[in-house]
């Protein structure tokens, strides 16, 4: 019973497919010349260990021939290499084995997880596709190296090693799977195929997301299986008629039986097949004489095909030829024939257009800026183009990943190309008469067949969108529910196509069975998962050039109204029309006075506020009007946020106030509620509030921030695309001394008093009168956007010098510096001295909460002196500094 296995292995080449960072799995690498080692194996058990010490041997595999020797092979291969072998067909004889290789591919178990319960998948599978001798037999199992990705979520894929009673040859095998049709990946009963026995490779970063690869399990029946091969000789794979190489007249017509092939077919199926071939061009003639008994229309059929060579010479040597078909001869040449050929000439020319249609998708997306054209467009393509191709399909989503980070900066996760990509996949929940099925999901077809183009749904915030006819509008979950009702409603128009009287009857009953509230709601739920509505959050608004009105959109860059495009994904809008008449002159007075009449001020607030609605917030700035009571400030900046709409939010103050340790790093619902947003108007904050310094920075910084709504189970990632306004009477508490925090404030001071100012009249209508200036202020925005984009911020003398008054009244050390300590280069004083004399200091004026310890003293005294271990115990402490009651005790000695 003792049986052999080879085992081959290559000196640098790795077996194994590997796991890499950007989420992509490597594929084989060829091998040419290996090493060969043939082991011995008796049983199942045996056959187990071997497979086991392979699996961490990522140089090794397994193939089922049996090498004939170095003599053979150095006669007949003229690459032969002494001490190696080359893994060809002609080296290796086809030898029985007990030992055999079943390998699963996609299979979709319905009772287990194919990651977390491999064994029980593969008994799933055994037990529904494999004969009855395979079950419950030993087996050992090894789980793909592709097992796990996220591309084959709910697939098992896995190799299946059996012990068999009897010896089978790979031929036989083959076979045999053929005759029965056993769902399992026939290549690998090839004498030469490579059987991949070592496990995945992961790149540093990578891990693995499955627990177990690999293992043996214990057969409750036994260790053999029972597997009793009878062929059937009407059926085997070597047929006893051969066609020759040069005789291909017709004899014996109508001997051959005919496959049945309509003149249609036959079109079809030539249509591929090269014409400018002699031979092929005869041998296409004589299948099409035979198959439709030298008929006039065959002729026809084979002229117009012939009429596609170069060296066709006329009908008239068709019909010639035509005519000495079925004459005589051996080997008759059948449509069996044609519909090989024609088959394999047609997958040629499919792949060639793919091929072709790839490197169009390929260009397209390497050439894409915008990534809301890369997704809505293109990734719809390139999902129309690969459907039913895998690798062709991996390789344009790893492609559109890759160039929107390029575009964006922001990785894209798999499932949302994925979903993308299929969104312009049509329907399958037709039948055959192309009308919908009668089902929950063939009611889900009718309603996006009805208001698809109109419908959208955010599975990171669980939100239904719909199409207003300007912009993508959030709708409740009574309003998605009215769509499926309406849909429901119009179930009786589709009696018309039917003929059917007992056809007419079905529909009836479904559509009084659909009439129930559980149809609706399950409609609803089907079409969250459906990838023709689904989209990524990301994608919402993701186009900062466009500023979305109640009559279209603004471009930007150019200050031109665009036409409303669902594609532009635009979810916000203004909600005021906007014109280039439009004027606010009540508006830009108030702003004038409230600079005291300073152009120059009004000019430099009218691009800060120009720049806030571009959405790109790269001058890294935090807004802080700030003045007394009656200043006019909260007049300007509630119209400012009346005209932007949806594109302002307020939030409270305490967002960006308070201890900086509170939320740090988790997900906030505050900030989602800012996604998407321009401007976001700040509640006025109370006194003594200090600034989340670390918050403002990230807000600033450029990354991406977490956030999650209150019940939300998935955290996401928003990009700012605000900047924060805070006007205050207050201004906020600034610990930081460090350039990063300083360079983002911007300090506008409103200090005009309109009760204290004679030279100003009071409006108590002003407020009002602005609302009516709306559409006006909207284009003054937008005027200063464009004044932004072509002369920057270009701050006054009067902002800089705001920011320099109030860094120096934030230098909380200024004071106590200033009377308590001495500044000279001949001092020098421990951190402790300076902390206790800091704390006193701190404790009689209130502020020891702002730098309450001895370290946070200790970092911000670095900027300011050189550190040194001072004194005769040689303690931590500073040079340059010292304390004023230290130098009086010495001059009182």
């Known amino acids: 019973m003792t049986d052999r296995i080879s085992v081959l292995r290559h000196s640098t080449i790795r077996l194994a497919k590997t796991w890499q960072n950007d989420g992509n799995i490597s594929a084989y690498q060829d091998a040419k010349y290996f090493s060969l080692v043939e082991k011995p194996v008796s049983n199942i058990q045996d056959l187990s260990k071997i497979l086991a010490e392979l699996e961490h041997d990522s140089r090794a595999c397994v193939i089922r021939g049996i090498y004939k020797g170095d003599e053979h092979a150095q006669k007949i291969d003229t690459e032969f290499k002494q001490g190696k072998v080359r893994r060809q067909k002609r080296l290796f004889e086809d030898k029985p084995h007990h030992w055999v290789l079943i390998e699963i591919d996609d299979f979709e178990p319905m009772l287990a997880d194919p990651v977390r319960e491999p064994v029980e998948a593969i008994n799933e599978y055994i037990a529904t596709c494999l004969p009855t001798s395979f079950h419950e037999v030993s087996y050992h199992w090894q789980l793909s190296n592709s097992a796990g990705h996220l591309k084959h979520i709910g697939k098992l894929k896995a190799h299946v090693w059996f012990w068999l009673e009897t010896v089978y040859t790979s031929d036989q095998l083959k076979t045999w799977a053929e005759q029965n049709n056993i769902a399992l990946d026939k290549s690998v009963l090839n004498t030469v195929q490579i059987h991949y026995t070592a496990a995945p490779v992961f790149e540093v970063g990578v891990s693995d997301p499955v627990p177990m690869r690999s293992g043996y399990f214990q057969g409750l029946i036994g260790d053999e299986v029972d597997l009793k091969i009878v062929l059937d000789p009407g059926s085997a794979r070597i047929s006893s008629t051969i066609e020759t190489e040069h005789d291909f007249e017709d004899p014996f017509l109508g001997i051959e039986p005919k496959v049945g092939l309509t003149l249609t077919d036959a079109q079809s199926l030539i249509k591929f097949i090269d014409s400018s071939d002699y031979e092929t061009w005869l041998k296409t003639?004589?299948?099409?004489?035979?198959?439709?008994?030298?008929?006039?229309?065959?002729?026809?059929?084979?002229?117009?095909?012939?009429?596609?060579?170069?060296?066709?010479?006329?009908?008239?040597?068709?019909?010639?030829?035509?005519?000495?078909?079925?004459?005589?001869?051996?080997?008759?040449?059948?449509?069996?024939w044609l519909i090989k050929f024609g088959k394999e000439a047609t997958k040629s020319a499919e792949n060639q257009e793919k091929h072709q249609a790839m490197e169009v998708i390929k260009s397209l997306i390497l050439e894409c800026k915008d990534s809301v054209v890369l997704i809505n467009d293109i990734a719809k393509k390139a999902g129309l183009a690969a459907a039913g191709d895998i690798a062709m399909r991996t390789e344009l989503t790893g492609l559109i990943r890759s160039r929107f980070?390029?575009?964006?900066?922001?990785?894209?996760?798999?499932?949302?190309?994925?979903?993308?990509?299929?969104?312009?996949?049509?329907?399958?929940?037709?039948?055959?008469?192309?009308?919908?099925?009668?089902?929950?999901?063939?009611?889900?077809?009718?309603?996006?067949?009805?208001?698809?183009?109109?419908?959208?749904?955010?599975?990171?915030?669980?939100?239904?969108?719909?199409?207003?006819?300007?912009?993508?509008?959030?709708?409740?979950?009574?309003?998605?529910?009215?769509?499926?009702?309406?849909?429901?409603?119009?179930?009786?128009?589709?009696?018309?196509?039917?003929?059917?009287?007992?056809?007419?009857?079905?529909?009836?009953?479904?559509y009084i069975d659909s009439q129930k509230i559980k149809m609706a709601d399950a409609m609803v739920k089907w079409a969250r998962s459906d990838e023709r509505l689904l989209r990524h959050i990301n994608l919402l608004d993701a186009n900062m050039n466009l500023?979305?009105?109640?009559?279209?959109?603004?471009?930007?860059?150019?200050?031109?109204?665009?036409?409303?495009?669902?594609?532009h994904m635009i979810s916000y809008s203004t909600g005021i029309e906007y014109s280039l008449s439009a004027k606010c002159p009540i508006f830009e007075q108030t702003v004038l006075d409230a600079f005291f009449g300073d152009g120059e001020m009004a000019a430099f607030f009218q691009r800060v506020i120009g720049y806030i609605v571009l959405g790109q917030p790269k001058e890294s700035i935090i807004l802080i009007p700030y003045g007394s009571g009656n200043n006019g400030k909260s007049t300007i900046f509630k119209s400012i946020a009346l005209a932007l709409g949806d594109y302002a939010k307020a939030a409270n103050a305490d967002t960006f106030l308070g201890d900086s340790r509170s939320n740090s790093g988790g997900a906030r619902e505050d900030i989602l509620r800012l996604r998407g947003s321009r401007f976001v108007y700040s509640t006025e904050p109370d006194e003594g509030k200090e600034l989340k310094e670390g918050?403002?920075?990230?807000?600033?910084?450029?990354?991406?921030?977490?956030?999650?709504?209150?019940?939300?189970?998935?955290?996401?990632?928003?990009?700012?695309?605000?900047?924060?306004?805070?006007?205050?009477?207050?201004?906020?508490?600034?610990?930081?001394?460090?350039?990063?925090?300083?360079?983002?404030?911007?300090?506008?001071?409103?200090?005009?008093n309109y009760d204290g100012d004679p030279t100003i009249k009071k409006d108590v209508n002003r407020p009002a009168k602005l609302l009516r200036e709306l559409p006006g202020i909207l284009r003054w925005i937008i005027a200063g956007a464009l004044a932004y984009l072509q002369n920057g911020l270009n701050p006054p003398k009067g902002v800089i010098q705001a920011k320099e008054e109030y860094r120096d009244e934030m230098d909380l050390l200024s004071e106590w510096l200033n009377g308590y300590c001495i500044l000279s280069f001949n001092h020098e004083t421990t951190t402790e001295d300076l902390f206790q004399s800091w704390k006193g200091y701190a404790e009689r004026n209130g502020c020891l909460r702002l730098i309450p310890s001895k370290n946070h003293l200790s970092r911000r005294l670095d900027s300011r002196f050189k550190k040194r271990n001072v004194g005769e115990r040689k303690l931590k402490g500073f040079v340059g500094i010292g304390l004023k009651r230290d130098f009086e005790e010495i001059i009182d000695v």
Not at 289 to 316: C, R
Not at 560 to 565: H, M, R, S, W, Y
Request: with cysteine; aromatic share 8%; net charge neutral.
């Open 285 to 336: 003639g004589m299948a099409l004489h035979h198959e439709f008994d030298g008929s006039n229309e065959a002729l026809a059929v084979w002229d117009e095909w012939s009429q596609f060579s170069s060296k066709y010479a006329g009908y008239e040597v068709c019909q010639e030829k035509w005519s000495t078909l079925g004459c005589g001869g051996q080997n008759p040449i059948t449509a069996r």
């Open 695 to 752: 918050l403002i920075k990230a807000m600033t910084g450029g990354e991406s921030l977490p956030a999650r709504g209150l019940y939300a189970r998935h955290t996401i990632e928003v990009q700012p695309t605000w900047t924060v306004v805070m006007p205050t009477n207050h201004k906020p508490i600034i610990k930081g001394d460090d350039y990063g925090i300083w360079r983002r404030i911007m300090l506008v001071p409103f200090t005009r």
């Open 405 to 510: 980070k390029q575009i964006t900066n922001t990785s894209l996760p798999l499932p949302d190309v994925r979903m993308a990509m299929n969104s312009a996949i049509p329907s399958k929940t037709k039948g055959v008469d192309g009308r919908h099925e009668m089902t929950e999901l063939g009611n889900v077809g009718r309603m996006i067949d009805r208001y698809g183009d109109d419908l959208m749904f955010i599975p990171q915030t669980e939100t239904w969108f719909s199409w207003n006819g300007t912009y993508w509008q959030p709708i409740t979950a009574v309003e998605i529910t009215q769509y499926a009702t309406a849909t429901i409603k119009a179930l009786p128009n589709e009696l018309k196509d039917i003929q059917s009287d007992d056809d007419r009857a079905k529909h009836r009953k479904f």
């Open 547 to 567: 500023l979305g009105c109640a009559n279209g959109v603004v471009d930007l860059n150019t200050g031109k109204l665009l036409d409303a495009d669902r594609g």
